[in-house]
């Protein structure tokens, strides 16, 4: 059966990504990449407090002071205060131009994992320039994969020994043997060949039974994928290009999926809700809460 699917907020992103709940203030937070802002939605809201920044963010990350957001931009990781509007740069990890900070998240002991993007057509010499990052505690810096197109999915399974990853432009959906002490991921396979499907694989996200959820960008859906390989769902949505799902609300019992409208490479097509909305449906399952991040520079 199809599930219904509800548009959750007023605000309709350019380019939204990164969607992220906090049980703490029962707050949904994403950010809207060309709009240059963070929303926070209060559950059973449908109207959210934009916060503009100073570029183009890529993902928010939760810390554990109340009003301080970790977010990826432009070239490297700020750290933001929602209160008083001032920020400051944490670390730079990109020096080309043509390459931006992408999909981001906290692993279950509260580093910052975070890879980038080359905004740069793939005829230019040297494309595709983007890597993957870890940013550990300490605030010590590891390069983990050079020469990646579009960094995005990273999400950890529920025992904490698998991490997953894909670049959007190579449709593989990847998996590692994760050592959550250290941060150190190993044994690189590839998990699903996304290249049967509608779209492409955008940003993701793990529910409470262990399976991948990841948005089929151009796509008009979501697919569930269960931790040995199978695709077991698909879901199709009102929107060209959905960019990342979440689970929200109550005992994480909400999917959430934002939505690209003018952003990206090309505009999304019109369909019956409108381009960049948050979505929202109830599929039967829980996700799992999301790591406070406690990087120190």
Known sequence: MTPEVRVLSTHRAKLGESPVWSDRDSTLYWVDVDGSSIQALRWGSEEPTVWSLPGRPSCVALTEREHSF???IGAG???YDAVSGEWSELVSLESNPGVRMNDGRTDPSGRMWIGSMDERADTDPGFPAGHLFCVDLDGSVSTVLDGVATSNGLAFSPDEQTMYWTDTS???IWAFDYDVDSGTPSNQRALFDF???PGKPDGACVDADGCYWVACVYGWSIVRITPDGKLDRTV????HKPSMPAFAGPDLATM????ISTGGRQPADPGPVDAGSVLALDLGVTGLPEPMCRVQI
């Open 70 to 72: 970790v977010v990826g």
């Open 77 to 79: 990781l700020i750290d």
């Open 170 to 172: 190579e449709q593989v």
């Open 195 to 197: 290249g049967p499907l």
């Open 236 to 239: 199709e949505l009102p929107v």
């Open 256 to 259: 959430v999926v934002t939505s």
